[in-house]
Structure formats: structure tokens, C-alpha cells
């Protein structure tokens, strides 16, 4: 019987897997790296801006041992899907048979990479926060969202502030939280919102500074997602540790790619990657008054692993899902 290849929307995927399930397994895939299970290069980005095309997308390969997987996430920010009724940022999966290329699935990834985007943040702050009571949010989209979202189911947050330029984001994010444990509230300026605050998370496509060094108290948290730098020089420079999910790609993108091009910091500057904290090669916070800066640019072998338990939950179900001979 010729195996073949399955076609998996993100409806399916939102059917098989759960938001604690994509927590739980973007944790275990941050240990597998630690372990060395993983290989994983530093992503690629294709901008096509410069042939008219207002768009760019990320490949992000990975390999990873105990799924014997092997894939490629292909991300991007597309312009003018907003025109199209489409959200900015645009997923997708392939998910390979590592010992003979063979093409399991095509799946969308979107579902996929809000959530691992969300799941970083939250496990990050499990291990890296003196305490989580107040949490700051700087950037009032889809992916703020799932941020929040998934720190609402693992940590213990009795206030939030949202953070945005768009007073109309703000309250389209609030009213996204109609039951939620925690008070919410809309500020009208960063420094308000990150004066006192426990955790501060920035997840913009701002590439401009959105936080400065005196508005984070001593013991503060702050996180800065994605491939953009989003606070100030001062602030890395004079927190006590600062982190990164992998090394190799946190020193050209994300927050700290400007300042390695100007010599201010260099591999050595990192306490370690996120994945050793969560093992514990590495030590996290030393104590509650320490002001830490983890940057999380994203690693591909997290979508990867959720992709593939989804994958492998529909094969056991035997339910009918489209699929393909690639080899007709």
C-alpha cells in the first residue's frame, strides 16, 4: 500500500490538539534541544519588498530525534492581507519522514504558530519571574492575545495591562477576555502600563524602542518576541541577566541584533539559552530583586512537534482526512 500524503487544515488541527497540549509540548521540545535531540539551523528570512512584493517570510527547518520528524515551518508578514480579510502573519507546515524524505503532510500552521508563540512567553515566565501578579502587554494583536492566553492557563496574573497605540486594539483585546479572573486594563502609554509591573512582554512589528530602562522595577521580567528590537539599549545593558531561546539566532534578529552590530553584546552576554533553564543545565533567577531580559526570537521545532502529534493523533484515529499520492 503506497503511504500518502495528508492535506490538514487549521480547522482539523484545532480538533486534535489542545492549548495546555501545545504548552506542554513546546516545554518538552525546549528540553529535547537542551538534551541535544534536536537540530535545528538559525531560520531564513526572504524579504521581497525590493521586487514589489510587500511581504517576507521566515524557513525554519528542524529535525527532531525522539518524533523522528523532520519539517519546515514557512512564516511571514504579508501586507496587504489585511485588504484580503487575512491576518498579517501567514503559517504554514511540511512535515517529513527523516530517513527517506518522504512527505507526510501539508498543514496549515497558523493555529500552530499563535499558540507556540503564546507558549514561549508563559513557560518563560514560569521560570524566569519573581512573581506574575501584574502583567504588562505591548502590543494589542493576534499574537498578544495568544500570549496572555496561554499565561492565563499556567501562571497565577490578577492584573493585566494592555499596551497599544490603537485605542480600538485595546478594547477589541480586552473584550476578548470576557471572563477572565484578572482585572484588565487599557493604557494610554507604555511607561503607564510597565511602572510597577512584574512582567513586561512586547510583541510588535514596531522595531523602534517601546520600553525604557527606569520603567522596570527591580525584579522585573521583560520579554521581547519576535525578530524586531523593541527596548532600550539601557535597559539590556543595566539588567542583571539577560536570556535567549537559541544563541546563534538571538545575536543577529530580534532585540539584541543591533546592539551585537555595534559590539555591545556578544554570545558570552547571555546567563544561557532558555532550554537549559527549563532542564537545568542552567540557573534562572537568583533572587526576586534581579531585572532579567530574555529575548525570544522563535525556533522552528516547536511547531514542528505540535504539528507532528497532531499528525500522528489523526493517523490513529483512522478518520478520513484529504490526502495525496505525491509519488502518482
Request: aromatic content about 8%; some cysteine.
Amino acid at each position: 500500500m503506497v503511504e500518502k500524503t495528508l492535506i490538514i487544515t487549521d480547522k482539523q488541527i484545532k480538533e486534535y490538539i489542545s492549548v495546555e497540549d501545545a504548552i506542554s509540548l513546546v516545554e518538552q521540545t525546549w528540553r529535547w534541544y537542551s538534551e541535544g535531540k534536536i537540530i535545528m539551523p538559525s531560520k531564513v528570512t526572504t524579504n521581497m519588498e525590493t521586487a514589489g512584493v510587500y511581504g517576507w517570510f521566515n524557513s525554519m527547518p528542524s529535525y527532531i530525534a525522539p518524533l523522528n520528524v523532520a519539517g519546515v515551518k514557512i512564516v511571514g508578514g504579508y501586507s496587504n492581507n489585511l485588504k484580503r480579510g487575512m491576518p498579517y502573519i501567514k503559517a504554514n507546515m511540511l512535515l517529513t519522514d527523516p530517513d527517506s524524505g518522504f512527505l507526510r503532510a501539508v498543514m496549515c500552521g497558523d493555529w500552530i504558530s499563535n499558540y507556540r508563540t503564546g507558549a514561549q512567553p508563559a513557560i518563560a515566565a514560569k521560570y524566569l519571574a519573581s512573581k506574575t501578579d501584574v502583567v504588562t502587554i505591548i502590543g494589542a494583536g493576534l499574537q498578544g492575545f495568544h500570549c496572555l492566553d496561554c499565561m492565563s492557563r499556567i501562571l497565577n496574573i490578577k492584573e493585566v495591562r494592555v499596551c497599544d497605540i490603537n485605542v480600538e486594539a485595546r478594547e477589541r483585546f480586552i473584550a476578548r477576555f470576557p471572563n477572565a479572573p484578572f482585572k484588565l486594563i487599557s493604557c494610554d502609554s507604555n511607561e503607564e502600563g510597565c511602572y510597577g509591573a512584574d512582567v513586561v512582554i512586547t510583541i510588535t512589528s514596531a522595531c523602534a524602542v517601546l520600553v525604557e530602562e527606569p520603567w522596570i522595577k527591580a525584579g522585573g521580567l521583560v520579554m521581547t518576541m519576535g525578530s524586531y528590537t523593541e527596548i532600550s539599549e539601557e535597559l539590556s545593558l543595566k539588567s542583571d541577566k539577560l536570556f535567549v531561546d537559541q544563541i546563534a539566532q538571538g545575536l543577529h534578529r530580534g532585540n539584541f541584533k543591533e546592539m551585537t552590530e555595534k559590539g555591545l553584546i556578544n554570545e558570552k552576554s547571555f546567563a544561557a539559552e532558555l532550554p537549559d533553564v527549563v532542564t537545568g543545565k542552567a540557573g534562572g533567577r537568583d533572587n526576586d530583586e534581579q531585572r532579567i531580559v530574555a529575548a525570544i526570537v522563535g525556533m522552528g521545532c516547536l511547531d514542528l512537534a505540535i504539528a507532528t502529534e497532531v499528525y500522528n493523533r489523526i493517523v490513529a484515529s483512522k478518520d478520513n482526512v484529504v490526502s495525496v499520492n505525491m509519488l502518482d
